[in-house]
């Protein structure tokens, strides 16, 4: 792999690493403004109470908190520390 190449993909993960962290925030913030109103629909569709579905949604968070890290963000940096050896 050449330096071009190692920097294009490097540029490209930590971009979608980006991306994926302000959608990530998006979420969290919906989630928290509208908690009451989504428990109850939730409640009423699933049948489920609002303890388990406070247990799915943190799953959720979790879930893509490791996506964004060992998916985007650790190949990033991998990527960066080799563009620097290869410089």
Known sequence: MNYEQIIFFRDLLFRAFLIGFAFALFYFVATYAWWSTW???????????????????????LNMRTVLVFFFLVPTLALHWMAKKTQ
């Open 39 to 61: 428990a109850s629909w939730v409640t009423s569709m699933f049948k489920i109470d609002e303890q388990e579905f406070g247990k799915l949604a943190l799953m959720f968070f």
